[in-house]
């Protein structure tokens, strides 16, 4: 349920996103996020980029509540 909150929530800011750049690294942050969770379906044996995921994961989130609050 938290990751499809914050793909949900990523998805309507992109909508309304005004600035190219920012918007870019959005979608940036939200198919590197996909793309982990998609590549632990598949093959959950490399555990070694996890850490590197909750990082970017936070990065979203983040900016996703800064345009959600502002």
Request: glycine fraction near 8%; include cysteine; proline fraction near 1%.
């Amino acid at each position: 349920m938290f990751f499809l909150h914050y793909i949900r929530i990523a998805v309507r800011n992109a909508k309304t996103e005004k600035n190219r750049e920012k918007a870019m690294f959005r979608t940036g942050i939200l198919l590197s996020v996909t793309g982990f969770l998609l590549m632990g379906l598949a093959n959950d044996s490399n555990l070694a980029v996890s850490p590197l995921f909750w990082c970017i994961l936070g990065m979203g989130i983040a900016m996703e509540t800064e345009t959600f609050y502002s």
